[in-house]
């Protein structure tokens, strides 16, 4: 089976992102179907090809993907107009794939919402099966988060989540709030699936050298967070805990920021001001680096602005590359996970917008090392028996392909 696979954010594992959309691909290729990957220029994100762009756009075959990138840059550091061009330029340019392409099935993963518009052509123009996963719900997310407020700009998301859900002949939610959020909108449950973010444990399960950033000795307690420095992240609630910790004299407690994003200098700025030297910012790594530093880490942070549409509407990558490198979490809002790091014993869970819990969670585990590890092993248990990579991919191809009559 041949499968059009539109995500604008794509990237291999040499990139310093996410890369469900890769092993969703390579696991299809696995299966004998064919894969057409059309996607942009991510910041951060590595597709594997290196040729020039030829009138906007280059191809090759990386890992037996095919890929089809526009030269259509974007970074989590743009403007919002910037953005939104860049979203709708994406969006027109792919429409044009969607109609000309062979194949058999349509796929295409938010964000952003625009990703969708390709599919409702494919569905209306070509009667072919679109498949719709949804990773964020929108315009809910931004409109709670106060980053567009216009009611105009609003109304036009939400018809287009509308069309998008209703186009859809079957739809993947990441998270149980997503799912729900699909459901409101009046889709029906069986054509929904939930199918999570996974654990890439060949990445982060395996022996690998551990090491540290400098300025992180190796018997300080060294918390990290992996992820983008936005907006949405929260990250001044580290920044507040490591104040408060800076307050208790715990000297031995080191935050360790790694990532890119529009809120980076504004963060680096703050701590430089309040001296917070108990903070170290890193550069993005690639995957294979980054297992070698949660190797050498005790605590990862799972953090989020305190919003409620994030409680059970996200399935952030950061969290399941914790539990799958055997690292207890530190998670710093109600819902889901929240729920599951609780259940299974395997890190913290802190009220929103509590810098004192947040620095007393961190000297518990500063204090309490030798728990730690058992933490971290009920953490790995977690994630081989509830979110293994392989077969959350096995799970979407069967549903990706059963589109197809």
Not at 17 to 37: C, D, P, Q
Request: hydrophobic share 40%; aromatic share 10%; proline share 4%.
């Amino acid at each position: 089976m041949r499968v059009l696979y539109f995500h604008q954010h794509f990237s291999t594992p040499k990139g310093s992102t996410g890369i469900r959309s890769f092993e969703m691909a390579t696991r299809l290729i696995k299966h004998g179907h064919s894969v057409t990957m059309v996607c942009g220029s991510y910041g951060g994100g590595e597709t594997g090809l290196t040729g020039q762009f030829i009138k906007g756009r280059r191809e090759g075959n990386v890992d037996g993907i095919d890929i089809i990138e526009f030269d259509l840059a974007y970074s989590n550091k743009d403007g919002f107009v910037k953005r939104a061009s860049t979203f709708l330029k994406f969006a027109l340019k792919s429409i044009g794939i969607a109609l000309t392409h062979k194949y058999d099935v349509v796929f295409a993963t938010t964000t952003p919402l625009t990703a969708g518009v390709p599919g409702i052509f494919a569905r209306w123009l070509r009667f072919k099966p679109f498949v719709f996963e949804v990773r964020d719900l929108w315009p809910e997310l931004p409109k709670e988060m106060g980053v567009i407020k216009n009611p105009l700009v609003l109304a036009a998301m939400s018809i287009l989540e509308w069309c998008s859900y209703r186009s859809a002949h079957r739809c993947i939610g990441l998270s149980p709030g997503i799912v729900e959020g699909i459901k409101k909108r009046g889709v029906k449950a069986s054509k929904i699936e939930l199918v999570p973010n996974g654990c890439d444990l060949n990445i982060f399960a395996n022996e690998t050298n551990a090491w540290r950033p400098e300025g992180v000795a190796e018997n300080e307690l060294m918390a990290i967070f992996t992820g983008t420095h936005g907006m949405a992240n929260g990250l001044d609630a580290a920044l507040d805990a490591a104040a408060e910790l800076k307050k208790r004299s715990r000297f031995d407690i080191k935050l360790v920021l790694v990532g890119q994003g529009k809120l980076k200098e504004q963060l680096q700025q703050r701590a430089n001001e309040e001296q917070l030297d108990n903070v170290i910012f890193h550069s993005p790594v690639n995957k294979a680096k980054l297992a070698e530093l949660m190797k050498g880490a005790d605590i990862g942070m799972q953090l989020l602005a305190n919003v409620p549409a994030f409680y059970f509407g996200t399935s952030p990558n950061k969290f399941f590359d914790y539990i799958s490198a055997g690292l207890p979490v530190l998670n710093n809002y109600p819902g889901w996970l929240a729920s599951m790091i609780k259940q299974h014993n395997c890190g913290y869970s802190v009220e929103p917008e509590n810098p004192q819990a947040f620095a007393d969670a961190l000297e518990h585990a500063a204090d309490n090392k030798n728990f730690l590890p058992e933490m971290g092993n009920r953490a790995q248990m977690l994630a081989k028996q509830e979110f293994n990579r392989h077969n959350l991919a096995d799970k979407w191809v069967t549903w990706v392909t059963g589109a197809v009559k």
